[in-house]
């Protein structure tokens, strides 16, 4: 029967393109987005080529620090700041030998400086975060957009409300809970036998995404209303349940919207440096841009001559090109998710 | 088949009232069971903090309570007295203003000239919308550093600019009076974001308003102010909160630039303490929680007020299409 339901509904390989998606919000810019020219009359001549040499211009400001970025990792010491785009002499700054001679280490062979379980903390993290937010949102919003129950329209306030809420309201509160936590799960708490949770382990990074998140519950929630009724409707009287609805139809159906609130979940906790700052204490745990942090404490000296900048440029590099490559991959939902925002104004 | 159904135990004297309503309750119930993650979320991560952090801005909590030394007392309006006293307090909030001030108009401005340029070039839109929003991926602490190369003073490579076509370049980095220029040129970077939310808003304009305009007589700028200004208002007015609300919280870049228990820096510079970093400070450095969550309250009072002065001036610029919608 579930099988029928499928065929009536070919939800499996609704994707961007799906003409039924195109209905949302989300949707009527996934799909039918992307560049249609816009409907303004273009420049004409001469005006075409003087904007595009302006474009040129700032294009070149936009991308001159990832290249400055770049070509500093990839110099000696003492050219760092030279400028040159192109280095003079080469030097391979990221990895090297494990026994390295004192103050020429290399990025990977720093002494106490796990740069590779950095990265992939930073990686298992957002994206069991992003996982997480991304699944508990979507099962928030489905409620709000499909079930009518007493109080719903002043809890779905009550959670746009939250949006304005500094973090720092929450920041220290929130701490001294896993505090609490970390002091019960320890040796001499009264949870020793639970695993070490709280301060000084990941927990705090990842698990508040277990319970939605408000932005993200209103883009969901939004791309839910655009999806027609009647779909659910008939999903029930195929013998449906609500969970089972949700998870055949409208999850496969949201999956544009999913993806969106993924890749910026995952961009959240990448950029992320406060929360590990308060958490974390071991540098084994530390997240890329904390581990960062502690190389150019480290390594900066002064910010003058002595720092080993090239080192600090290497690790800055490689906290920049994973997120480059993720958008290069997904520009699409980066671009369109964030158009999309603009439209609940 | 997953059945929800289960979670309605039937009692024998409920039969009846579920013929009835039966199916109306178990979606309410099933809504109610939808819902629970963000409930159980906002009792524990949100509601419950924010009545623990107005509490603790009465008391001395601080590092001896957490350890369990002392007991915690409540001091009443102490820390809401030292808010006022505190000039560290009134440097970070003049900080705070004067760098929100300097990047929201800077970033709305370039971002909805670009927008402007890009909604009309006759080719390779995508790539340079894909360029410009580059920089707004990178990492906020990526940024903290690019700071520091590229406005250094002696070395830094906008200072070799400068020096190009002949105008001495400040030290950006050390100088009190340049740090926070520094900050908002290197936030004007991170352009492409807004950029991207005005193109939308652009392309949405229908083609027959201008057309409509122009044989009306109306010129380029006409057509600006009157057409293109009040169809996109909604976007500009979204950014506008959102840029602002941000700026005031400004937090990473700034930190990993200047701040922190490394040898970076000799003495953090007061021209850089904002005021989360400096509530940041207060709270897990100096361990004041009490203080700190004075200083918090004050963040959240300060960012309700300004947001509401901008939703009621805006009211008179934002225009909705199809009706008043607020």
């Known amino acids: 029967m579930s099988a029928g339901a499928q065929e009536n509904f070919p939800t499996g390989g609704a994707g961007v393109a799906s003409p039924r998606v195109a209905h949302g919000p989300l949707g009527r810019i996934l799909g039918g987005g992307g560049d249609d020219g816009g409907r303004r009359r273009p420049f004409g001549g001469i005006k075409n080529v003087f904007f595009l040499l302006l474009l040129t211009g700032i294009s070149i400001l936009a991308l001159y620090p990832f290249v400055w970025l770049i070509s500093a990792s990839l110099k000696p010491q003492g050219d760092v700041f030279d400028n040159r785009l192109i280095p003079q002499e080469w030097q391979w700054n990221y990895t090297g030998d494990p026994t390295p001679v004192p103050g020429d280490e290399k990025l990977f062979a720093l002494p106490d400086t796990p740069v590779l379980s950095w990265m992939f903390n930073s990686v298992w993290i957002g994206l069991l975060a992003a996982l997480l937010v991304a699944m508990s949102s979507a099962v928030v919003a489905f409620a709000f957009a499909y079930f009518r129950f007493p109080g719903r329209n002043a809890l779905f306030a009550l959670i746009l409300a939250t949006m304005m809420l500094p973090g720092a309201v929450t920041m220290i509160p929130v701490y001294l809970i896993w505090n609490e936590i970390s002091l019960l799960t320890g040796e001499t708490g009264r949870l020793a036998f639970l695993p070490d949770i709280g301060v000084n382990t990941q927990y705090p990074l990842w698990v508040p995404n277990l319970f939605g998140s408000a932005f993200y519950i209103f883009l969901m929630r939004q791309f ?79 910010g003058g001559g002595e720092g080993r900048w090239e080192i600090i440029m290497a690790g800055t590099v490689v906290t920049v090109l994973p997120m480059v490559i993720l958008f290069a991959i997904f520009q699409r939902y980066f671009i369109e998710g964030i158009a999309t925002q603009g439209r609940k104004g | 088949m997953a059945s929800v159904a289960s979670t309605e135990t039937a009692g024998p004297l409920q039969g009846a009232r579920r013929r009835l309503s039966g199916f109306r309750e178990r979606e309410t119930w099933t809504a109610y069971l939808f819902i629970l993650p963000w409930v159980i979320g906002f009792l524990a991560l949100t509601a419950g903090p924010m009545v623990a952090s107005l ?272």
């Open chain 2, 55 to 326: 509490y603790f801005s009465f008391t001395d909590y601080g590092v001896q309570q957490i350890a369990g030394f002392e007991e915690t007392s409540r001091v009443g309006l102490e820390n809401y007295r030292t808010l006022l006293e505190d000039p560290k307090i009134a440097t970070s909030l003049k900080n705070t203003f004067v760098y929100t001030l300097m990047t929201v108009p800077a970033k709305m401005m370039v971002a909805l000239g670009l927008a402007m340029i890009l909604a009309r070039i006759a080719f390779a839109a995508g790539f340079f919308r894909t360029v410009f929003y580059l920089p707004d991926i990178t990492p906020p602490v990526a940024i903290g550093i690019m700071i520091l190369v590229l406005f250094n003073g002696s070395f830094g490579v906008v200072n070799r600019a400068l020096e190009l076509v002949g105008i001495p370049g400040p030290y950006w980095t050390t100088d009190p009076s340049w740090i926070k220029p520094s900050l908002a040129i290197m936030s004007v970077w991170t352009v492409g974001g807004t950029m991207v939310i005005y193109l939308a808003a652009l392309k949405a304009v229908p083609q027959h308003l201008y057309e409509a305009a122009s044989m009306d007589g109306a010129g380029p700028w006409r057509r600006f102010f009157n057409v293109t200004l009040p169809m996109i208002s909604p976007a500009l007015f979204f950014t506008f909160i959102v840029l602002t609300i941000a700026g005031l919280q400004t937090f990473t870049e700034v930190y990993t630039a200047y701040f922190g228990q490394g040898s970076t820096g000799a003495e953090s510079p007061d021209a850089a303490l904002m005021n989360v970093v400096y509530l940041f400070r207060q709270a897990f450095e100096f361990f004041n929680m009490g203080f700190a969550s004075a200083m918090a309250w004050l963040l959240f009072a300060i960012i309700m007020a300004i947001t509401a002065i901008q939703f009621v001036v805006s009211r008179r610029f934002v225009f909705y299409q199809g009706g008043d919608k607020r």
């Open chain 1, 224 to 302: 839910f209303l655009g999806i027609p009724r009647d779909l659910f409707e008939a999903a029930r009287i195929d013998g449906d349940g609500y969970f089972s609805m949700f998870r055949r139809i409208a999850l496969p159906l949201a999956k544009p919207a999913l993806i969106v609130v993924f890749i910026f979940e995952l961009q959240a906790k990448w950029f992320d440096l406060m929360t590990p700052l308060i958490y974390l204490r071991d540098s084994a745990l530390y997240t890329l841009p904390l581990g960062l942090k502690t190389i150019l404490d480290a390594q900066g000296a002064g």
